[in-house]
């Protein structure tokens, strides 16, 4: 009697090693898929006065400037994108939103190589209505924000 006992025990104990190294390997399962999921936000301003790594991606936001606009050979388009304080130009090889224009805002995914933010994604966004917090501080803090609620 005494030796089931026993091995009840190590079966028991057996099952929660099992189960710990479970939950140790989806967690890091996990945080390893969501590396390249964060993404942080950054204004054209900030951009300018700290160059992210060319390898790192985040995501950039402001105003599509006026009469940067260029659709080139193929489907690369260029564009510049500022906050009032600087500007910084986009490449992006893809189709474009229905909203997309000049003067309107906008927000890309991608990376910062050699002065030029290269876009894997780009939203745009038809009024600051609907911007994200981040985007219309950093356009406030260079003044160039309108509240569209006057």
């Not at 399962?29 to 993404?39: E, F, T, V």
């Not at 606009?69 to 130009?89: N, W, Y």
Request: hydrophobic share 40%; charged share 20%; no cysteine.
């Amino acid at each position: 009697m005494a030796g089931l006992k026993n091995l009840k025990k190590r079966r028991r104990v057996q099952v929660i090693l099992v189960a710990a190294v479970a939950l140790a390997l989806s967690t890091a399962m996990i945080g390893y898929a969501m590396r390249d999921g964060i993404n942080f936000f950054r204004a054209p301003t900030q951009v300018a006065e700290e160059p992210p790594a060319p390898n790192e991606v985040f995501r950039l936001g402001g105003l599509v400037e006026t009469g940067t606009l260029v659709r080139g050979q193929g489907e690369v388009i260029t564009f510049k994108v500022t906050d009032g304080g600087a500007s910084i130009p986009v490449s992006y090889a893809g189709v474009l939103p229905d909203l997309f224009e000049e003067g309107q805002g906008m927000i890309g995914t991608g990376r910062y190589v050699n002065g030029v933010f290269e876009a894997s994604e780009i939203l745009a966004k038809h009024d600051e209505t609907y911007m994200p917090k981040e985007v219309t501080d950093a356009l406030k803090d260079q003044g160039v924000y309108q509240d569209p609620n006057g």
